[in-house]
């Protein structure tokens, strides 16, 4: 994260839109990656990745900090294990997911994050903030976009040279894993026919403009069976240069009607056959859809004169009673 920080005016100056959109004078993010031990708030297993501050007009006066949470990150995927690209991916994508999947999920992380969320500029024309003028779409845009420069950047020979990339392979890996998680995230949402979340509105924003714009995505049958595959991996950086343009474009001049045909043409809807086909399929592999993440205890034991002497960890496995332990805390010190 670090090296990708220090080079950020690099990755700003390469970036596929017109030059009036491009930040001059970036200062170098600060960006680490951090253990949590006890987490508290909205996120019972945290966020993987964070970038702070939101506001664009502290972001091009003061720069920006970003975070990846590498105890999540190990967390999840530990738990997660292997079973869905078994089920959802060909004996090639397996290969390369196995070798550098990974990798390729903690750099897809850190580039959104510091050279994501943290790029671009506005038109001066604008005499608000972006998202009051796209409203409603704005946070879809951004983690789109956000995704999209990791996508572009993967391949660029800079990531060789600063030794975060050893093969091209791991590229194929993070774009075949941007196709499928179109079809795979459908195991989420089991009524309905619209996505509401605005990560996963923008990861089928991207992969069907892409298969729609240039055909390196496609929508494949095996054995009767769904799988989205990448043709033609050339084609489909070529599908994240057009739309990441477009929607720094969006971005910069505040077109709430652009971005809102791009959404509910290709981020809302889907198939709900093909959603029934990635449930039933999924449930078979006995994986929940959502994690939840049960914290470390830690008890403090004092000297004669009340200092914290020792502190113990341990690990409950009841999140029910973990719970119910935090709320029954609160109403103790209210």
Do not use: C
């Amino acid at each position: 994260m670090k090296k990708i920080a220090d080079n950020a005016q690099y990755f700003e100056d390469r970036a596929p839109w017109k030059n009036e959109y491009k930040k001059k004078g970036v200062k170098p993010p600060v960006a680490k990656a951090v253990e949590t031990t006890v987490e508290t708030g909205d996120f019972h297993v945290t966020t993987i990745g964070d970038n702070l501050p939101n506001e664009d007009e502290i972001h091009a006066k003061y720069g920006s900090k970003s975070f990846i949470f590498s105890s999540s990150t190990r967390a999840l995927n530990e738990a997660s294990g292997t079973a869905s690209i078994h089920e959802f991916g060909s004996p090639a994508e397996i290969d390369l997911d196995t070798k550098y999947g990974r990798e390729a999920d903690d750099l897809l992380t850190s580039m959104h994050e510091v050279i994501g969320h943290g790029s671009g500029a506005l038109s001066p024309k604008l005499t608000n903030s972006a998202n009051s003028y796209l409203r409603e779409y704005f946070s879809t845009l951004e983690e789109a976009r956000a995704d999209l420069m990791a996508y572009w950047n993967v391949f660029d020979p800079k990531l060789k040279e600063l030794g975060l990339v050893k093969s091209d392979d791991l590229g194929k890996a993070m774009y075949n894993s941007a196709a499928r998680t179109m079809l795979l995230q459908l195991r989420r949402i089991t009524k309905g026919d619209s996505i509401e979340e605005d990560h996963m509105r923008g990861r089928q924003l991207i992969a069907k403009y892409i298969m729609d714009k240039t055909g390196a995505i496609a929508l494949e049958k095996r054995d009767g069976k769904s799988f989205v595959v990448v043709k033609d991996y050339v084609k489909m950086r070529e599908g994240v240069g057009l739309l990441l343009a477009e929607l720094m474009r969006v971005k910069a001049e505040g077109d709430y009607d652009a971005i809102k045909k791009l959404i509910d043409q290709y981020g809302v809807h889907f198939d709900t056959a093909l959603r029934d086909e990635v449930v039933t399929r999924y449930r078979k592999l006995d994986l929940p859809t959502y994690w939840a993440g049960v914290n470390p205890e830690l008890t403090a034991q004092l000297d004669a004169k009340g200092n914290v002497a020792k502190v113990t960890i341990s690990y409950p496995r009841d999140y029910v009673r973990q719970q119910l332990g935090y709320s029954a805390m609160y109403a103790e010190n209210k």
